[in-house]
């Protein structure tokens, strides 16, 4: 399989972007985003996707860090997107439930050309915790958008169980590391493009 990396530089008047990533990596992580919560999030995905993975971000957090947030999971999702190539001879599917304590979260992914999120079951009022005295939980949908979006792939996240803010959302992160990990694998019974369309 041929090298499946990406570089990728995203700037805005909003924030700056640099992020470097490698599918076939050991989940290694270099991550500053200005946001302390999301860099812990995108190191545990790192580290449980097995995919390296380097950022660097900044932006208007004096405003708020939704701007900051949002763009990193765009390039991301773009980063992806790229260094899956045409994704001949993958797994193409994954699936990872993955307990954090008291929480547990789902995620199935499909690597499939066509960008879906069905994310639900997180419980009321979630949206409206602030983790880590920046990151809000509405913040957590927001990411998984953006990257199905530009990475074109389809994600159901499911949370089924859960009662701390920040046990929900990286039980969250963990479940769709795990799930993609198995996604992007080589698969060495498939011959060319894992589609009856031939196309992914």
């Given at each position: 399989?041929?090298?499946?990396?990406?570089?990728?530089?995203?700037?805005?008047?909003?924030?700056?972007?640099?992020?470097?990533?490698?599918?076939?990596?050991s989940?290694?992580?270099?991550?500053?985003?200005?946001?302390?919560?999301?860099?812990?999030?995108?190191?545990?995905?790192?580290?449980?996707?097995?995919i390296?993975?380097?950022?660097?971000?900044?932006?208007?957090?004096?405003?708020?860090?939704?701007?900051?947030?949002?763009?990193?999971?765009?390039?991301?999702?773009?980063?992806?997107?790229?260094a899956?190539?045409?994704?001949a001879?993958?797994?193409?599917?994954?699936?990872?439930?993955?307990p954090?304590?008291?929480?547990?979260?789902?995620?199935?992914?499909?690597?499939?050309?066509?960008?879906y999120?069905?994310?639900d079951g997180?419980?009321?009022?979630?949206?409206?915790?602030?983790?880590?005295g920046h990151?809000?939980?509405?913040?957590?949908?927001?990411?998984?958008?953006?990257?199905?979006?530009?990475?074109?792939?389809?994600?159901?996240?499911?949370?089924?169980?859960?009662?701390?803010?920040?046990?929900?959302?990286?039980?969250?992160?963990k479940a769709?590391?795990?799930?993609?990990?198995?996604?992007?694998?080589?698969?060495?019974?498939v011959?060319?493009?894992?589609?009856?369309?031939g196309?992914?």
């Open positions: 399989m041929s090298n499946r990396t990406a570089r990728l530089d995203r700037g805005t008047s909003e924030s700056s972007v640099s992020l470097e990533l490698d599918l076939d990596g989940g290694q992580s270099d991550i500053d985003t200005t946001v302390p919560f999301y860099d812990h999030m995108l190191t545990a995905f790192s580290k449980h996707s097995l390296d993975l380097r950022i660097r971000a900044s932006g208007d957090t004096d405003i708020d860090v939704h701007h900051t947030v949002e763009d990193v999971a765009i390039t991301l999702g773009e980063a992806l997107r790229l899956l190539g045409d994704k001879g993958i797994r193409r599917f994954g699936e990872a439930t993955v954090l304590d008291e929480a547990l979260s789902q995620a199935v992914v499909d690597l499939s050309g066509r960008p999120l069905v994310h997180e419980p009321a009022g979630q949206e409206y915790h602030l983790i880590g990151f809000t939980g509405s913040l957590t949908r927001h990411v998984f958008e953006a990257i199905t979006l530009h990475a074109q792939i389809c994600l159901h996240m499911l949370v089924l169980a859960g009662r701390d803010p920040h046990h929900i959302v990286e039980s969250q992160f769709f590391a795990r799930a993609l990990r198995a996604a992007v694998e080589p698969d060495p019974r011959t060319g493009i894992p589609s009856t369309k196309l992914l």
